[in-house]
């Protein structure tokens, strides 16, 4: 029979009880020396900014409206009920707002003292802000999309000097690279530095492109899808030539559209 | 603490299966590590030892110095069927003349090589465990993840949202199961590779000493 010597050092069991106590204060350590990450997703404050020259609703959190002479006059903001008060329970000016002398927009300071409301009047205030609000983004929105039109205009591009290019006029084939290289532009994409498609282009009797056929292709197959639906966005909204069918070629690269 | 607590049931079962895992593979280690580590010092020693002394009885009244040493075993084997052998051989004329012709030698190698299985079972004991711990605990995390990504799944479904806080605590839940995986196997893996090697080499120690140790009774106590 083999024998053996006893052993002097711990067995497996003492090894199993180290290993343990060892497993026990690493789990202690990572528990509370916070080594675990913690989920916890953050309530984000809701807050209302005003983009154009509405009043800010939250001071802390929003954009504080400009403080000069060339500001918009607009009604002067509800004082805040607190510090920093979550929107539900934001305090409403007892009365209506009146508006600012001079023009000066007086954006709410974080120490100004809540106006004292009674609690009858609060549902009111509070109609009464929410419509005025309303009123101030509409009109807001209005102007916005006013300056936006004006800027479209100013930018169109043209079919041929003069015209605005949304319009056929004699120089039909001058109008069609005017309307495929803005909806080009739209559409734009490309892999290649500098890529080249030729095409012939068919437009019938009644607007429509008929045909559209690529007689080189740029090699660049994005660019090539570009100008595929650069010409389907075009061809939506193309004027029937004045002769008829208007056949044309065309080279697309990605800054212009031009005749062969 | 609360990512912990907000994993679902299967995800906690596997969390604690993973963790027995771990326990048991580093306790293992611990073990094999005194163990291999003090029967190679013991070798070492009892090697320039047995090279030193000239009778075998010295050695075989010094052996508790390199007690944790398996080249001990193999001589107090070898040693004990040596003196067996000479005990039957006693009534011939020279008692210190083994017969290899009634299997003297062979008999003292069958007990070497008795003794060598022997040790290399005690080495290699519970390395079993750590190559299974190496090779399943992934797939146990992985396991836990799988299940724990199908649970936030369901309550992504069931809230109705899609947003980043929803979707991500529920996977990242889930992935600590993974990472317990990798955690516990990793060790192992490199604990059982590690012994592996060195228990290689006390076998060929092992292996070494048998030859010389029938070598010496060869030349020194077999006739003939």
């Known amino acids: ?260 | 603490m609360g990512m912990l607590a907000s994993t679902g049931l299967v995800v906690k079962l596997v969390l604690i299966v993973l963790l027995y895992f771990s326990v048991v593979s580093w306790g293992i280690i611990f073990y094999k590590l005194l163990q291999i580590y003090r029967a190679n010092g013991a070798s070492e020693r009892f090697m320039e030892f047995f090279y030193k002394s000239k009778r075998f009885d010295t050695i075989g009244s010094q052996l508790d110095r390199f007690e944790n040493s398996p080249l001990t075993v193999l001589f107090k084997e070898g040693y004990a069927e040596l003196r067996r052998l000479q005990e039957k051989v006693e009534q011939k004329a020279d008692p210190n003349v083994i017969s290899t012709d009634l299997g003297g030698i062979d008999n003292i190698s069958r007990a070497l090589r008795r003794a060598t299985t022997s040790e290399i079972t005690r080495l290699e004991k519970y390395l079993t465990f750590l190559a299974t711990t190496g090779s399943t605990a992934p797939f146990i995390g992985l396991f836990g993840t799988v299940w724990g990504i199908m649970s936030a799944f369901q309550n992504i479904g069931q809230s109705g949202s899609a947003s980043l806080a929803v979707v991500a605590p529920g996977i990242a839940e889930a992935l600590i199961a993974t990472a317990i995986g990798l955690v516990a196997a990793i060790p192992a893996v490199m604990g059982y590779n590690h012994f592996q090697q060195r228990i290689r080499v006390l076998i060929s120690e092992m292996d070494s000493f048998s030859t010389e140790f029938l070598n010496i009774v060869q030349r020194n106590f077999a006739g003939r």
């Open chain 1, 1 to 260: 029979m083999t024998q053996r010597f006893p052993n002097r050092y711990p067995g497996p069991g003492g090894m199993f009880a180290i290993s343990f106590v060892l497993h026990l204060a690493v789990g202690l350590l990572m528990l509370f020396g916070d080594l675990l990450p913690i989920f916890q997703p953050q309530e984000q404050p809701v807050t209302y900014v005003d983009m154009v020259t509405l009043p800010v609703a939250s001071p802390q959190s929003g954009m504080p409206a400009p403080a000069t002479p060339e500001a918009p006059r607009t009604p002067a903001p509800p004082a805040p009920a607190a510090p920093k008060p979550p929107p539900a329970a934001m305090a409403l000016p007892a009365s209506k707002p009146t508006p600012t002398s001079k023009g000066k927009t007086a954006a709410p300071s974080a120490n100004a003292k809540p106006q004292q409301t009674a609690p009858g009047e609060t549902q009111e205030d509070a109609r009464a802000f929410n419509d005025r609000i309303a009123k101030l983004e509409r009109q807001a929105e209005d102007r916005r999309q006013a300056e936006v039109m004006a800027r479209l205009r100013k930018t169109a591009r043209t079919g041929m000097p003069g015209a605005r290019g949304t319009q056929a006029g004699s120089d039909y084939a001058s109008y069609i690279q005017s309307r495929l290289k803005d909806a080009l532009t739209r559409e734009m994409a490309k892999e290649t530095r500098s890529p080249l498609l030729i095409a012939i282009i068919t437009i019938g009797a009644d607007g429509k492109v008929a045909e559209f056929r690529v007689t080189k292709p740029s090699g660049d197959r994005v660019f090539d899808d570009a100008v595929t639906r650069a010409v389907t966005l075009a061809g939506r909204s193309l004027k029937p030539p004045p002769s008829g069918q208007f056949r044309y070629e065309l080279r697309f690269r990605p800054e212009e559209v031009t005749a062969k």
